[in-house]
């Protein structure tokens, strides 16, 4: 995958898309047209169609495999269990769907009627189809989910990102930014490897100035169901999200310990909340669910109330 180089000035910046570091670069013309060429106008027709799009929220991970798809999905559960709450998932992850399979849709894009999804995944003939896209193809489609699909009157629209920080990421920050993002979770593990990769997500969204919500832990320890102890199958050696957050200044939304009916309630597309309500891992998402709802109030722009309000 390729990654945004190590000095990018950022899309913000009068440099974007003209630096040396940029040449090369297979995201080099969509940032060129942020720093004084032509701007593309699906910025405008897309900022045009979010003005009923309440909240902007980007899940983000440094590496695959740490719970991102799964902590969106349930962002996304946990918020629609408001009625009076509109909620819309969109997916990204042009190579790697897996939403339409957590949220248990075969070939349809609405769950509830306050909870809508749309993923890549639903336009394949078969979930077991590998896309092969160069960049230019996968930052048409998601120009094409932000500005063509009918999004309607929403509260909080997620979208979910593939690991990394590439095409997908530079796409929807730049064809987001002028209809205002709320700001981006992260999710990691509490290990070095993952964290390590977390670090380079950060210094990301810095560069191309999207706020950072905060970070999720996920996988932080496993309590048993019989006895009550915790083990740490992922050892924190580091000191875990916890440390880096506090080195980073950025806010730590939450531990979610591991528990083996995540996996199962995903494989079956239901929302683990209402699977295990009593589990620590559905304390723990709650809580995370209302800090990121507290932020999302506290940032909300001048002028603005709730769709529907």
């Known amino acids: 995958m390729e990654e945004v180089p190590h000095d990018c000035p950022g899309v913000g910046s009068a440099q974007a898309g003209r630096g040396a570091s940029c040449q090369g670069c297979p995201n080099q013309g969509l940032c060129a047209s942020g720093a004084g060429a032509a701007p593309d106008p699906a910025i405008e027709e897309i900022k045009e169609k979010m003005k009923t799009v309440k909240h902007k929220i980007l899940v983000l991970s440094g590496k695959g495999g740490v719970g991102k798809s799964t902590f969106s999905a349930h962002l996304a559960h946990g918020l629609a269990e408001d009625e009076n709450t509109q909620v819309a998932l969109l997916d990204i992850d042009i190579c790697g769907p897996s939403i339409p399979k957590i949220m248990g849709l075969e070939g349809e894009q609405f ?3 306050n909870l809508g999804v749309m993923s890549v995944g639903f336009l394949l003939s078969s979930p077991d189809d590998a896309v092969i896209w160069r960049g230019p193809k996968k930052n048409g489609m998601i120009k094409q989910f932000l500005r063509d699909v009918d999004w309607g ?3 909080y629209l997620i979208v979910d990102t593939p690991p990394g920080t590439s095409d997908e ?3 929807a920050v730049q064809y987001l930014a002028a209809a205002h993002i709320d700001g981006a979770v992260i999710i990691t593990t509490p290990q070095e490897v993952s964290l390590q990769d977390v670090r380079k997500e ?3 969204c810095h560069k191309v100035k999207l706020p950072v919500i905060g970070v999720v832990e ?3 320890g496993f309590i048993c169901p019989k006895c009550q102890k915790e083990t740490q199958i ?6 875990g999200a916890e440390v880096m957050c506090h080195d980073l200044k950025v806010p730590l939304l939450g531990k979610v ?6 996996g199962k309630s995903c494989d079956k597309g239901q929302s683990f909340l209402v699977e295990a309500p009593d589990s620590p891992a559905t304390l723990a998402y709650r809580s995370i669910i209302q800090r990121i709802q507290e932020f999302c109030s506290l940032h909300q722009p ?3 109330n709730l769709v529907g309000s």
């Open 234 to 239: 992922f050892p924190p050696t580091t000191g």
């Open 302 to 304: 001048k002028g603005e």
């Open 153 to 155: 009157e929403v509260d």
């Open 218 to 220: 996920n996988m932080s």
């Open 202 to 204: 950060i210094s990301f």
């Open 257 to 262: 310990p591991l528990d083996p009916r995540i």
């Open 169 to 171: 990421h530079l796409s």
């Open 111 to 113: 769950l509830e009627d």
